[in-house]
């Protein structure tokens, strides 16, 4: 396998979600975890329909589209993802589970080695007519997932059992101010060229890709939703399931389809949907409060 290079933008995007991560950690408890273990439902569910119907809802969508092929299979490989950091963090801000939403990305992106080579060849198979053999990288993912996620939500939790003044204290201008320095890095990552570490995307490619694009998040963040309400997991466990469904690792997706199959054509539903899934799951939170009579920065009742 090719190694994977990293940008400026990408460190310093990484370094920005890894302390975000750790203001999130301010907000938990190591309780809130072994809740999660404790009464998995939620987990297992989310997990089975993320595994399971999000490729598939993918798979109707390319088959039905007018994209060109390798954008069909980039639109399944995008859907075969895990959620990443951004999920929790939008969880984080909205008050939603954040710990089943941690615990979803670290278990979720581990099956994902397994289950995104076996999507892969699926998708090159029917739509191109041909296979190969696609190995993700176990130490670099499984080094990603703890240095950005795990180890700075950890240290926020220790952080917040042993200093709980301080943890409360750091927490809102913590998040105010990274939140604002996030925004910033996207901004600069998806509209800079690619010489600068950017997406050089195009115009004409946006208005081709986007519309199946935002189909696929619409419909994994609807599935998300209401899954969880007809399986009677509450409303906080409910919209944490639909931010999980839509907001993919798009990361990952670049890694795929660009590094391992090194097709650039396949990249591209992955940095159209990355420049959009961060404020539909916006939308989504105001929406999802709204039906459930919340403030938008209201806690959910239990």
């Known amino acids: 396998m090719a190694s994977t290079s990293y940008s400026f933008i990408d460190i310093l995007l990484s370094i920005i979600l890894a302390l975000i991560m750790l203001g999130v950690g301010l907000s938990l408890t190591s309780g809130s975890f072994k809740n999660i273990f404790l009464f998995p439902k939620p987990l297992l569910i989310g997990l089975a329909s993320q595994i399971l119907v999000l490729p598939i809802i993918a798979f109707i969508i390319s088959f ?3 994209m060109a092929l390798p954008f069909k299979v980039g639109l399944i490989i995008l859907a075969a993802c895990p959620g990443g950091t951004t999920s ?47 190995h993700l990288s176990y130490l670099e993912t499984i080094i990603q997932i703890f240095s950005v996620t795990i180890i700075p939500a950890g240290l926020g939790v220790l952080i917040r059992t042993y200093r709980p003044e301080f943890a409360a204290k750091a927490q809102r201008p913590i998040k105010y101010f990274l939140t604002v320095a996030l925004a910033v890095i996207f901004v600069i ?15 004409k490619e946006i208005f081709n890709i986007l519309p199946y694009a935002l189909l696929l998040n619409i419909l994994c963040m609807a599935w998300g939703y209401y899954l969880g309400i007809i399986t009677n997991l509450g409303a906080i466990n409910s919209y944490t399931i639909g931010i999980e469904a839509s907001v993919h690792n798009t990361t990952l997706a670049f890694l795929v ?15 159209i949907y990355a420049m959009f899934s961060f404020w539909t799951a916006v939308g989504y939170s105001f929406l999802v409060k709204r039906m459930n009579g919340l403030g938008f920065f209201s806690d959910f009742k239990s």
């Open 64 to 66: 039905f589209s007018n």
């Open 88 to 134: 929790g963090i939008l969880t984080y801000f909205f008050k939603g589970n954040v710990a089943l939403s941690i615990t979803f990305t670290a278990i979720n992106s581990v099956i994902t080695l397994f289950t995104i080579p076996f999507i892969v060849n699926l998708s090159l198979l029917f739509f191109l007519g041909k296979s190969t053999i696609v």
């Open 189 to 203: 990552y998806f509209f800079a060229g690619r010489d600068s570490g950017g997406t050089g995307i195009t115009m």
């Open 257 to 271: 389809a660009g590094t391992l199959l090194n097709d650039p054509e396949m990249v591209k539903p992955a940095l």
